[in-house]
């Protein structure tokens, strides 16, 4: 994403739940530089793309969706290579 970084892992997994969607992405490279864009772009893509398929489910007469949310999008932990 902004350093030409060679990933080596990624692993995207969704617990869903009654009322939401957590999505965890975790990166892997071997590199000088962290990976923090790629895991946050793959989490964001893939409640876009839940949104999207989803989304017909609550859109209301004004075309808005009054519930459904994206919030709390954060790097949770980042370790450094060894």
Known sequence: MCHPVPVSAVDIDFDVRENSI???CEVKAEYKT???MEALTGVT???LTIW???KYV????????PETRIINVEVVEKVKGE
Do not use: H, P, T
Request: charged content about 35%; aromatic content about 4%.
């Open 22 to 24: 957590i999505c965890v």
């Open 34 to 36: 962290g990976v923090e």
């Open 45 to 47: 893509v893939a409640l």
């Open 52 to 54: 999207d398929m989803v």
């Open 58 to 65: 609550e859109k209301d007469e004004k075309g808005q969706y």
